[in-house]
């Protein structure tokens, strides 16, 4: 599909405005903060299901259950169940830009096909390929019948009882694709029956808000109220609320830039939004067992807190972080997808060879430190011989996104 030429009336020609990063200089650290964080999780739930921890329960999100393994440190110990909500929120931010800008700025809409293509590209080749060595290696195809593996390899586990949980942690990204699929299809209704000339760019934005803090509210309530096993929830419905917060920032983004660029104290707004976010968090940690609602509700906000403090300090200054813009972290978070996909199913070899007879903390540190050699070694061979040749495939699909700041200053 084509992109749509119109744009608002009394608009400058839709481009780049220079406070408004093409590339965000912290999403690949951020990308491999969460995936480190996701690995040392689960070798946390695999040595405690392995020894049988009292009282631990994988679905659990409070800090207590860790105490056999890390002791005074396990809420530290929970901090890593948010890598998830990091890559959620990320997701929202850097795939919804194009989109909203043509609704609230009248720029031109991303081509849906080209936005489509780099999608598949990006996710199922990699997913396909360790996919396919795990299925073999563990002999899970012989589980599930022909339905359950076309289920696995089609991004539907969460929907279908047979298919075979090669990568049990590939849950998330049955939503990822949901959410891939949602973005273009509401931009698409949405941009057809908006009306030409009607209201401004700043009107628009407010709608978007207020749409999103709606959703943001219903995607929560309804997580909160399914019960359990939390099966019942593994569905974008379920948490679409994880991806808003990136949603959010990727609304303003257009609007606050261009302001924080002006402020000669723009980089506070960076450190503040950091603050909040380790407040969140901190909340987050020690908000009481049963309050699941309120504890996604402090995960999700505090996880787009700390998405918006590097936002905001590239929006202020142009630079980034030296901790989350270095060669090392760029690296790693380039491999960051592997990272994810081989993780967990390398663990139950790794622990059968380092043995469960140590105590919670020694066989804890030996299955992390084994299990991220092996993974970061196979997660490289991955991006060398698959996803970077795949990846210098993908064509450009985000345009001129964004209005000069004269322009939105206008509305």
Known sequence: MAA??????????????????RTFLAGDGLRA???????VLHAAIVVSLAKHAPGFAAEDEHPGQYRAIAGGAA??????????????????????????????????RPPVMRYARNRVLRIVPAFWVV?????????????????????????????????????????????EVAFYALIPVVALIVLAARRPRRGTPARRLRLVLGVLAAAYAGSLALKHTAGRPVDHTYNLGGYLFAFIPGVALAAIEPFAAPRLRERPDGSR?????????????????????GQYGLRLLLATLGCGAVLAAPLSLQ??????????????IRWLG????????????????????IGSGHSYATTFLALTAASALATIVAADLLWRLIERPILQRRLPWRGAEFATPGSLRAG
Request: proline share 4%; hydrophobic share 50%.
């Open 315 to 328: 929006w202020a200054t142009g630079g980034c972080w030296r901790v989350l813009d270095n060669r090392p």
């Open 4 to 21: 749509s030429s119109s744009a608002e009336p009394g608009d400058a020609q839709a481009r780049v405005s220079e406070s408004v990063p």
């Open 131 to 175: 996919l396919g060595v795990y299925l073999t290696w563990n002999h899970a195809w012989r589980s599930g019948g022909v339905d359950g593996l076309l289920a696995t390899f089609g991004f539907a586990q969460n929907y279908h009882h047979t298919a075979a949980a090669v990568i049990p942690q590939a849950w998330t990204l049955d939503i």
């Open 334 to 353: 380039q491999r960051s997808y592997g990272i994810y996909l081989i993780h967990l199913g390398l663990m139950g070899h790794v622990l059968v060879r």
């Open 33 to 39: 903060i969460a995936a480190i964080a996701v690995l």
């Open 269 to 289: 707004w960076a450190w503040a939004a950091l603050g909040a976010g380790a407040a969140l968090l901190a909340l987050y940690v020690y908000a009481p067992a």
């Open 75 to 108: 809420p530290l110990l929970a901090l890593t169940r948010l890598g998830i909500y990091i890559f959620f929120a990320l997701s929202g931010y850097l795939l919804s830009r194009g989109f909203l800008a043509a609704y609230t700025l009248g720029t031109p």
